[in-house]
């Protein structure tokens, strides 16, 4: 059963680029399977940085055949500005095969999400604008355009025209100017004429390299408190990134996945709005933010900063029975002269035994810490675990027993081969 799904353990960000392109080595097919350009994977080869929204992150090796699954959602002017991107620096896209399946973003969608968000007030979600939510929404309502349409291109124009007709009565309803139909009509007839050589049926193409023995790797995109059901609500995305979600935006089934790799930050980030419990708001947050450049891949937004939250990661190790946990950047953690890792919760004086359903609750806890010493010196050199300091090894050896899976990958820097492999 050579299927590993990768998914993060915390509210985005921690870096599952850097594992995924690590794992994508030893696996041939690597699949996005939810989500969509709201998504930033960023990865260093050789000094040159690649970020990535659409494309999954294993186009950088040639052996790889990235696939795009019917999970995801698809914005065209995005996925070709990304593979036009890419293929100017020289890396072949020509393999990649986005599923039939995948419904596709419109400009209705970007101006859906505008209206909703700006209707919102001080209670803004903080979406991204890109109009995921409202893409997945016409799914659920099933009036949503699959990229599988693409192959009739007289029908899918139709289609295109008379959505974008529909969804402008609703969006001058909201005073809003209307978008501009034939304009959309001619650019994604153009758009579903280039993207047609890609699509396929992946679910068939994943179950066949399955039952021919291949390594499939399924990547996630933002992470498990972003979790449609299971994270923050409302403060989450649209979709479902735990790896449950793999099955469902795959197509393949759990009995076909042996492992799963968790990806956790040696701190804790978010975007936007929502409870953030180890959240420091004072001068060593901004130095968690400023040391770990911890500005949004897609957005450019400052991200939220505070100590590593093990309460939050023993349930998303439940959540996704993660059968190993990957840890970046440990080396931000270099220069402080001690270091916390929240180990339980207190609500009114009570320690809780279980991470909290509900997050007007999650926003009351009192996080209770275990404080460990810093190591005080650099540890990007390191490439074996004996190589790190050893209160860098305390604080891995704290987290392993603090969630109960093993911590079998570090992070040391942000090039491709910074990261200590254990065990």
């Known amino acids: 059963m050579p299927v590993t799904v990768v998914v993060g353990a915390q509210w985005g960000d921690e870096g599952k680029a850097k594992i995924i392109d690590l794992l994508s080595r030893d696996h041939t097919y690597v699949v996005r399977y939810q989500g969509g350009h709201n998504a930033g994977h960023t990865v260093v080869v050789d000094g040159e940085r ?13 052996h790889v055949v990235p696939v795009i699954g019917n999970g995801v959602v698809v914005d065209l002017p995005t996925l070709f500005a990304e593979v036009d991107t890419l293929e100017g620096r020289g890396i072949d896209c ?20 505008a209206i909703a968000e700006s209707v919102r007030g001080d209670d803004k979600i903080g979406t991204t604008l ?24 007289d029908a899918f124009r139709a289609a295109v025209r008379a959505r974008a007709i529909a969804e402008n009565a609703v969006i001058e309803h909201a005073g809003e100017a209307p978008l501009d139909v034939d304009a959309i009509v001619d650019a994604f007839a153009e758009l579903g004429e280039r993207v047609r050589p890609f699509v396929a049926d992946t679910v068939t193409l994943l179950h066949a390299a399955v039952a021919a023995g291949e ?34 935006g795959s197509g393949i089934g ?69 059968t190993e946990i990957a840890l970046t950047k440990l080396d931000v953690l270099d220069g402080f002269d001690e270091v916390r890792v929240c180990t339980g ?21 009192e996080p209770e810490y275990v404080t460990l010493p810093g190591w005080g010196e650099a540890v990007s050199a390191a490439r074996s675990a004996d190589d790190l300091p050893s209160a860098a090894r305390d604080f891995i050896d704290l987290v392993e027993r603090e969630v109960g899976v093993p911590v079998a990958v570090v992070g040391v820097g942000a090039a491709r081969d910074d990261v200590v492999v254990r065990g």
């Open 94 to 113: 020509s393999a990649l095969k986005v599923s039939s399946r995948a419904h596709l973003i419109f400009p209705w969608h970007q101006a859906h999400d």
């Open 130 to 153: 890109k109009g995921i939510g409202p893409a997945y929404a016409d799914k659920a309502r099933r009036v949503g355009i699959r990229a599988g349409e693409v192959v009739d291109p």
């Open 345 to 365: 919760y207190r609500l009114d004086g009570e320690l809780l035994d279980a991470y909290p359903d509900r997050s007007d609750v999650l926003a009351r806890v």
């Open 254 to 322: 759990p009995r076909d996945i042996d492992r799963v790799v968790g990806i956790t930050k040696a701190y804790t980030t978010r975007v936007g709005a929502g409870p953030f419990p180890t959240e420091l708001t004072d001068e060593l947050g901004d130095r968690l933010v400023d040391v770990g450049r911890e500005f949004g891949t897609v957005t450019g937004r400052r991200r939220r900063a505070g100590w590593l939250d093990a309460v939050m990661l023993r349930h998303a190790v439940r959540n996704n029975t993660l």
């Open 215 to 248: 390594h499939v790797l399924l990547e996630g995109a933002q992470a498990t408190f972003l979790d449609l059901d299971h994270g923050t609500y409302p403060y989450v995305t649209s979709s479902n990134p735990t790896a449950g979600g793999a099955c469902a």
């Open 50 to 62: 690649y970020a990535l929204q659409l494309v999954p992150s294993g186009v950088l090796y040639d």
